[in-house]
């Protein structure tokens, strides 16, 4: 051929040269100009794909390809036109996927496809708190309390519900709350402690390193007048318990086997979730307490 490029009936022009010991036999005839077809290539450009973190901001990066079919060492550089980019990525900016649709190259050697990219645009990390929120739950049906879970630990703190602020007489109160755990069949109560502190907002607890020695006597007499609150185990599932309020002691009881379980478990939740359901409508200052009573029976 004259040229590389495609094109229809192109001259072909026929060239050999031959050598051997019996070349002189033979007349080579045959090697008149013909024609034939050079056809086009096909060449992909595809858009490579993005990410970027939302940022309430319209994505405005500039898009990438990759080109699949370019022959004999060729760079994009032969191919005209101005690369261009539409598609729903352009006008980006909530969290999701959308599609990069490149076009506007041209070629006479190059028949030329475009496949889509994909941009992702993946959801903010809210910033760390020093205080857990309390969790968005459920709504139970009317007249019950709403359920609230705690995160478990060594130590933890937990928040009141938004709005609510205790009035603690200075910054902080601090000290050792005794637990009393009342028992089934007659058995003897023991005793645990907790350390807290306590600010306007905020409720830190945590076991005590040494638990208080269990009273001599410990009745506890109280009425039926008592405030549901539910606790999630750490299967999600609302477990049912009751409290309230006798002289200065908080009374915790757990009427089901569930709640029994939960409250030998993880006490420091039942009473973190008994101070935020009791002491919504009048707080609870920790430090007044003369101590809690969980009731197993």
């Known amino acids: ?3 590389k490029d495609v094109g229809n009936g192109k001259t072909v022009t026929l060239t050999s040269s031959y050598t051997g010991t019996d070349v002189g036999n ?10 034939a077809h050079i056809t086009p290539a096909a060449l992909l450009v595809r858009a490579q794909d993005a990410s970027k973190t939302f940022d309430g901001q319209t994505y405005s990066s500039a ?3 990759s080109y699949q079919g370019l022959v004999n060492n060729e760079a994009p550089s032969v191919l005209a036109g101005v690369l261009a980019f539409g598609g729903p990525a352009q006008a980006a900016v909530q969290a999701g996927t959308y599609g990069i649709t490149p076009s506007g190259l041209s070629s006479s050697n190059y028949s030329i496809g475009y496949q889509d ?3 992702t645009i993946s959801a903010a990390q809210a910033a760390a708190s020093p205080v857990p929120p309390v969790p968005a739950v459920k709504a139970l049906p009317e007249g019950r309390p709403m359920p609230e ?7 933890a703190s937990y928040q009141w ?3 609510k602020t205790m009035e603690v007489p200075k910054a902080l109160e601090a000290g050792l709350l005794g637990i009393t755990y009342l028992h089934a069949n007659g058995a003897v109560p023991t005793a645990s402690a907790v350390a807290f502190e306590q600010e306007a907002d905020t409720i830190s607890v945590r076991t005590a390193a040494a638990p208080l020695q269990r009273p001599a006597q410990d009745k506890v007499v109280f009425s ?7 606790v999630a185990n750490a299967d999600g599932q609302l477990i049912e318990f009751k409290g309230g309020m006798v002289n200065r002691r908080l009374v915790i009881v757990a009427p089901s086997n569930e709640s029994k379980q939960l409250a030998k478990a993880d006490t420091n939740v039942v009473l973190a979730a008994a101070l935020m359901a009791l002491g919504k409508t009048v707080p609870i200052l920790l430090a007044q307490l003369e101590g809690v009573v969980i009731d197993l029976r």
């Open 117 to 119: 990219g994909t941009l």
């Open 1 to 3: 051929f004259a040229n």
């Open 161 to 163: 519900p938004p709005g």
């Open 26 to 35: 033979y007349s080579i005839t045959g090697q008149a100009s013909t024609t």
């Open 63 to 65: 898009h990438a390809v």
């Open 149 to 155: 879970r705690f995160a478990t630990g060594a130590r």
């Open 224 to 230: 039926s007048k008592m405030t549901e609150f539910m």
